[in-house]
C-alpha cells in the first residue's frame, strides 16, 4: 500500500540524541496523521497524532505536520534504549470509507 | 486509552480448516474494525474495513470469500479465515475506532499458524 511512505532504516543513534523520522503521503485529502510505535512480536501503540500544520509536541515527542509537502515527521528528544522499536506512520484517508493506511515502519535503535 | 481486545493470541491449524478471531472494544463503541495482516518484518497491511451493520469493504488483493469479517455490534467483529493454508499463517491485527475519537486502538494481535 504506496499511499504512505517511510524510509525503513534502520536508523540508529547513539543514547541522549535526538532521533527523526520521517513519513510522506500521497494523498492531498488526508485528514490525520498517526505515529505508533511496534516493539517485536507486538501490536502498535499509539504515540500522538496530529491534523493541523505545524508542531505537536507531547513529552519527548514532537510530530510535525506540512501538509503542502505532504510530509510529517517524528522526533523523539533524549532517546533513550528503551525506544528502540519500528515506528509506524498511518494516514487516515479521506473520502475513502475511513481507512488507516500504514507506512513500512522505521526501525530505530538506540545505543547506549 | 481505550481497550481492544483479541482473542486468541496463538493459534495453530491444520491446512484446510476454518479458524475465527475475534476483537472486542472493552470500553467504547467501535463503530469501524480495521483488520491487518502483518508478515515477518514487514508492515500492517490494510486487508479490510468494516462498519457497524454494514459488509466490509475489501482492500485490492483480499479475498472477501476466504477472509470472513463479520461486525454485527459495536462492540465485537470477528475475521474467519477459511481454508487455511500456510501461507496464510501471519499476524493478524485488529484495530478499532470509535466515531467520536481520531485514534485507532489495536488489539494484541493473532499468531496464526498453519501446518
Known amino acids: 500500500q504506496k499511499e504512505v511512505e517511510q524510509n525503513s532504516g534502520p536508523l540508529s543513534v547513539p543514547e541522549g540524541a535526538i532521533a527523526s523520522l520521517n513519513c510522506t503521503y500521497s494523498?492531498?485529502?488526508?485528514?490525520?496523521f498517526f505515529w505508533y510505535r511496534q516493539y517485536s512480536g507486538k501490536s502498535p501503540e499509539l504515540i500522538m497524532f496530529i491534523y493541523s500544520n505545524g508542531d505537536k509536541e507531547d513529552g519527548r515527542f514532537t510530530a510535525q505536520l506540512n501538509k503542502a509537502s505532504q510530509y510529517v515527521s517524528l522526533l523523539i528528544r533524549d532517546s533513550q534504549p528503551s525506544d528502540s522499536a519500528t515506528y509506524l506512520c498511518a494516514v487516515n484517508l479521506s473520502g475513502t470509507g475511513n481507512q488507516f493506511y500504514f507506512g513500512t515502519g522505521t526501525s530505530l535503535t538506540v545505543i547506549p | 486509552g481505550a481497550v481492544v481486545s483479541q482473542h486468541p493470541s496463538r493459534v495453530i491449524c491444520k491446512s484446510g480448516t476454518s479458524v475465527k478471531i475475534e476483537c472486542r472494544s472493552l470500553d467504547f463503541q467501535a463503530t469501524t474494525m480495521f483488520w491487518y495482516r502483518q508478515f515477518p518484518k514487514q508492515s500492517l497491511m490494510l486487508m479490510a474495513t468494516?462498519?457497524?451493520?454494514?459488509?466490509?469493504?475489501?482492500e485490492q488483493g483480499v479475498e472477501k470469500d476466504k477472509f470472513l469479517i463479520n461486525h454485527a455490534s459495536l462492540t465485537l467483529s470477528t475475521l474467519t479465515v477459511t481454508s487455511a493454508h500456510p501461507e496464510d499463517s501471519s499476524f493478524y491485527i485488529c484495530?478499532?475506532?470509535?466515531?467520536?475519537?481520531?485514534?485507532?486502538?489495536f488489539g494484541q494481535g493473532t499468531r496464526l499458524t498453519v501446518v
Open positions: 494523498d492531498r485529502g488526508s485528514q490525520s
Open positions: 468494516s462498519n457497524e451493520g454494514s459488509k466490509a469493504t475489501y
Open positions: 484495530s478499532a475506532r470509535d466515531r467520536g475519537l481520531t485514534e485507532a486502538f
